[in-house]
């Protein structure tokens, strides 16, 4: 618990801090509906995701105007400036994941008839779950101001951009076998490549985490091996 | 009982501070601001308490001043002087003032009763004040929530959009909720969480929520579990069904004669039937780990003697195969709470796909470690092989279930594709982690590591 003059400063923090980890569950939730959504072909659970969407919305302005009024009034400086830099930028990360799930949801709702391939969906199961604890450990990490658990976060991203890159591989190799459905593999493709922009999103937000604890940056390189962009396939020639 | 030392008892935030007692953690205070607040708060306390012998002695002076005629600002001072006189009574006061119980006494009375029954409670609770801040929980809720801690709102450790609506609208007009929700990670969970307002009848101003939760996932998993199987099992074993029934009507039909024919196709179909047996077998276990995945193990284990009984179940494997195992532990007695059989399994699993995809004449070492750094001693049990290796791509799906290797010799070795999901399973079941590395044309290493359990540390488990 740190020490305030004004305990009225203190309560504004904490307030902020609730409503970071309020937007989190919000996104956290949007996540696990839509990734249910579109493994359990549920267009009915992908509209409420849809509709909640606002509701993350909502809050990062509600954040935003917070911050900013907190930061006329009060002057921050050091720690204190840090949590509220931190908040704003966490608050714009957590609406892109609530974005990037609202756009699962829809593409669940447009792949919902047609019968998903098992083993490719087995791979999705994996790369959406291992999203949501990224998500998890991260808002875990902020709430706690655990900076060794959003060390191990940024760290791990490794592992999401692994899956990334075999799934877009077997997709690509499916599209290939199996023209008539490629419109299919296209929404998968896309819902792939979301899961693994929110598992970026998380990375940020650990990096800023430890930056809101420690006051310096995660020096190294941040690890990444998704290497999709370099990939080149050659597609068999009919003959 | 609610442990001092874990952070479970009393808050301090200022808001409770007559509901609680303000001597509690003041300690702890090091804002000056607070320790003002409190000091207020605590004159304050002192006058309400003595509120009837101040009032009294106000009307003996009032009627002492009518009768014999004071003048007015003397009887405000001399009441004043009597106010300070009360206000410096000690705590608990003579022996004549016990008549006029402090509410204060009173209210701590009741958390001390608070203390003792959510701790008899069968299920995890927190007390919460209005605004959602953390007042004091069960041994239970510590368990659920490993930093739970008083002070902090419970958005620090629950975020589920569901529960913090409840906690919100929770009041005198909406006395009790039921919200549920659902976890999918670290590991799949659904909770009933119901939340209750509380009010203190003697302190209008003071009020908090009782927040229970309840675990639904042993109902949920059931039916889940049901359709799952199903769904799993009927695509592995339509295959190599599909293959006995082709060899059953050629047997019947174009090779009824032939004797060649008959002996290889019989030792095919039972190949396949056999594979179909271990699928069966293996699916059930997975089963059987997924339907406790939320319980933790509770009993103490020896590691070494698992992994040596594991050893020696594979050794005609590993003759057969021309691979050496060798077993490599620095330790003496190695203890983690856990589940013997499934650890066994998991022993079992690795070391047999060391071996099945190890190159013959190669070694498998299983390397038992002990990691410290930082809190808590772990146990790292390493299986490392020097076959082909593993390709990166395909290192993070290795754990999937029916995961095969595309263009690998996994279907014709017989694998069911489970092996490793169970070991997956099992990992996360005891809290444990799961590191798997390959290079190829080197060899792999699979590492459990879980955390160990110190007999004599835990006496009060």
Known sequence: MSEHISRAFEEELRTLDTKIAQMGGLAEQALSRAIDALNHHDPELAETTLANDRAIDRLERVIEDLTISIIGRRQPVAGDLRQLITALRIAGHLERIGDLAKNIAKRAIAVAVEQHPKHLMLGFTHIGETALRQLKDVLDAYSQRDAAKARRVWQQDEEIDAMYNSLYRELLTTMMEEPAHVGLYSHLLFCAKNLERIGDHATNIAETTYYLIHGTVLAEERPTVDNTSFARLTVPSKS | ?461
């Open chain 2, 1 to 461: 009982m609610l442990n001092p030392e874990k952070g479970q008892g009393f808050s301090h935030t200022p808001h409770t501070a007559s509901l609680l007692s303000p001597s509690a953690n003041a300690a702890r205070k090091r804002s000056f601001d607070a320790r003002l607040q409190l000091r207020l708060d605590r004159v304050w306390n002192h006058l309400w308490v003595r509120r009837w012998l101040i009032v009294l002695s106000a009307l003996i002076f009032m009627g002492l001043s009518a009768t014999y005629g004071i003048p007015w600002y003397a009887c405000t001072l001399a009441l004043a002087a009597f106010a300070l006189g009360a206000a410096l009574i000690p705590r608990g006061g003579l022996p004549l003032l016990a008549l006029t119980r402090a509410p204060a006494d009173a209210g701590s009375e009741a958390i001390d009763v608070a203390k003792i029954l959510i701790d008899a409670l069968p299920d995890p609770a927190i007390v919460l004040d209005r605004a959602g801040t953390i007042l004091l929980f069960n041994g239970k809720a510590g368990d659920l929530f490993e930093s739970l801690k008083p002070g902090f709102h419970i958005s620090r450790v629950l975020r589920n959009p569901q529960v913090l609506d409840a906690l919100t609208e929770c009041g005198s007009k909406l006395p009790t909720q039921t919200a549920i929700f659902s976890e999918k990670v670290p590991f799949e969970r659904h909770m009933a969480a119901t939340v209750s307002f509380l009010r203190f009848p003697r302190e209008p101003r003071n009020s908090a929520i009782l927040l229970v939760l309840h675990d639904l996932t042993e109902q949920r998993r059931l039916d889940q579990l049901r359709a799952d199987f199903i769904a799993n099992a009927s695509h592995e074993i339509k295959t190599p069904l599909t293959s006995i029934l082709g060899f059953i009507e050629t047997l019947r039909g174009a090779a009824r004669q032939d004797e060649a024919a008959r002996e290889r196709f019989l030792a095919i179909m039972a190949q396949q039937a056999e594979r179909m047996a271990r699928l069966i077998d293996s699916l059930m276990s997975l089963s059987r780990v997924e339907m406790r995945a939320h319980l933790k193990p509770q009993d103490p284990v020896q590691i070494a003697e698992l992994v040596a009984e594991a050893r020696h179940a594979l050794e005609p494997m590993a003759a057969e195969a021309e691979i050496h195992v060798e077993v490599r532990s620095q330790l003496n007695s190695v203890t983690v709470l856990g589940d013997k059989d499934e650890l066994t399994q998991v022993f079992l699993n690795l070391i047999h796909n060391a071996i099945k995809y190890g190159r013959p004449g190669g070694r498998v070492v299983v390397d038992v470690n002990r990691i410290v750094n930082g809190s808590a001693p772990k146990i790292s049990i390493a299986i490392e092989d020097d076959g082909p290796g593993i390709a990166v791509q395909h290192l993070p799906r290795l754990t999937e279930r029916f995961y095969r290797i595309p263009g690998s010799s996994a279907l014709e070795k017989g694998g069911t594709g489970l092996g490793l999901a169970i070991v997956k399973h099992v990992v996360n079941r005891h809290r444990g982690e799961l590191r798997i590395s390959s290079q190829e044309g080197i060899g792999s290493k699979f590492t459990v590591i879980l955390a160990e359990h110190k007999a004599d540390r835990d006496g009060a488990a």
